[in-house]
């Protein structure tokens, strides 16, 4: 490891919207989103538990509606971003929230990514992606 924290992955939280959507819909494209995903290379994917469950809801195991949790080395981050922004595109009228967290900061970005804050988003990969301490 070149620095320290150098090889630490980035924690990232996903959450999906869609406006207008019911608990069902979300749902259905929180699971594509995840099918996608682990596909490609993260050190953990899952989706977040405890959540409420939506009234009517028949669930054992309660997950946090639209929420996943995913775990990426900071080399890996500017690659994950880009297809986040890509996906948010493809799923009209979707939104997914990001919480990057990395050493305790955190940083929440919003996708699809408006066009000026295209450049704001990899100013941010970029700092994080950076080794704790580094600036």
């Known amino acids: 490891m070149n620095e320290a924290g150098a090889d630490r992955p980035i924690l990232i939280r996903l959450d999906v919207q869609r406006d207008g959507a019911d608990a069902e819909e979300v749902d259905t494209l929180t699971r594509r989103l995840y099918a996608e995903l682990s596909g490609l290379e993260l050190e953990h994917l899952e989706h977040v538990r405890g959540g409420a469950t939506p009234n009517g809801a028949k669930v054992t195991d309660p997950v946090t509606l639209g929420a996943l949790a995913i775990a ?15 996906w948010s595109q493809r799923a009209a009228d979707s939104k ?3 919480k ?3 050493s305790g ?10 066009l000026g804050s295209k450049e704001e988003i990899a100013k941010l990969v970029s700092a994080a992606a950076l080794p704790t301490g580094a600036k």
Do not use: Y
């Not at 990426?72 to 890509?86: G, H, R």
């Not at 900061?105 to 408006?114: G, M, N, R, T």
């Open 96 to 98: 997914i929230k990001l």
């Open 105 to 114: 900061d955190s940083v929440e970005i919003e996708l699809p990514a408006k």
């Open 72 to 86: 990426v080395l900071p080399s890996l981050l500017p690659k994950i971003m880009d297809f986040l922004d890509k």
């Open 100 to 102: 990057i967290v990395r």
